[in-house]
């Protein structure tokens, strides 16, 4: 007998959709979800760069990683795509994307 | 809270250690911090253990030792800090009289058995974007400090310039990197996350450590002067980067403040500070986070030699985990240093720890008898 849906597949669930899922906890907004964290909410998916690097491998093109703030209060970890990776700043303005479809994975591009 | 005081302090070999296990090194430097504190094996009832590559490492140390009086076990993992939380909780067992003789323990082989050797955790959150870690949490942080504060790759860069200053020291000849570094020559090393280049980042070496620890009382009936455990805190604040409440202020903020408190001291009575320089950005946050200069000043703090040899503040007075060794894990290696120095004649050393990606924070004044009155 299982309870609730264990966060990680309740957060696929929504990618599915092409929604940005996160919980409203007691504390605020929760990120990342987990058991018990309280009711989930749809991000409008608009928020700013909190911090961000270019990860740089041996043998591959670098990328960005960014931490995301959304407008609904909380962070998470993302990429921002469609730009070089030199072009993002921290506090730049980003909208939510989304990418692949096992299950979509969120990330971001600059605001125009 | 009961005084205690490290007995006894060691290293196993360092460097490339080649065909030995993890526990080998623990051992070894358990074996020879016993000996430095004139005990026998066979008095340790307390074992404090914790190393990536073993997850039972008090069980390891406890068999290989053939230790048959252990009444005490601590296994706690918090990843670099460890073994200050180790002092940590030595300090309540021996208080509260569960062991005597608290030997606190460490080794690695992640030089010669490589990263593969450490098991990884992966993050459901953060796995898919690929963050290169630990040291893209480190470049997050850096780049944040950056953009808040307008500190600079310079300044970043005079942390690992001074700790090879102190790493080309007399007396630092085990130190892992002894050349000649200069800024220019940190800028100019490729960038793994920016804004963190390659020099940036510590060692990965091998090596080992171990601590004795004993009530203050009992140190002094023994073989080296008491190094007395003035005040020591843990803090911690979240466990993936991406969860950190503030990517500039870390919980060293706590664990310094309540050992400071603790010891009935402040950061002008220290006389050194070996500071978890896993990247350089980390010992900037820590001597903000600890008081020695304000939130956003740590990268003028350390410029123009300021923690180097005959700086202000000696800061890493081995070479640090950037230029004297990184094992896996820097906590014991930090510590054995701290020792070093107060038995070397200063009075009041501070350690700080730090785990996971800027993630556990233990502070730790050490001093010597004079520092008690």
Known sequence: MRGETPPAERFAELCREHRLGYQQGPDGPRFPPVLGGGPWADSAGAG???ATTTVRRRGEEPHDLSLIELDEGFRM??????????????????????????P????????? | MTGIAIAGAAESELGEVGGVRPADLMVQAARRALADAGLASAEVDGVFAATSQLPMAPL??????????VRYTDGTQIGGSSPLAHLDHA?????????????VAYGSTQRSAGRGSIPAEVSDWEAPYRPMLPVAAYALAAARHMHEFGTSREELAEVAVAARAWAREPGNERAWSRGPLSVADVLASPLVCDPLSVRDCCLVTDGGGALVVVSAARARTLRQPPVH?????TAHSHRHISAM??????????SGARAFAEAGLSPADVEAAELYDAFTI??????EDLGFCEKGEGGAFVAGGRIAPGGALPVNTNGGGLSYGHPGMYGLTLLVEAVRQVRAGRDVVLAHGNGGVLSSQCTALLGSEAALS
């Open chain 1, 48 to 50: 700013t760069v909190y």
């Open chain 1, 77 to 102: 970890m993302s990429r921002v795509e469609g730009a070089p990776p030199a072009k993002v700043r921290i506090g730049l303005r980003v909208g939510l994307a989304w990418t692949g479809d096992n």
């Open chain 1, 104 to 112: 979509p994975l969120p990330v971001f591009r600059l605001a125009p």
């Open chain 2, 60 to 69: 390891s140390l406890a068999e290989e030792l053939d230790l048959r009086g």
């Open chain 2, 91 to 103: 300090r309540a067992a021996i208080g509260a009289g569960l062991c005597e003789v608290a030997l």
């Open chain 2, 229 to 233: 455990v003035l005040g020591v805190a």
């Open chain 2, 245 to 254: 409440p503030d990517l500039v202020r870390t919980a060293a903020a706590q």
């Open chain 2, 282 to 287: 980390t010992p900037i946050l820590f001597l």
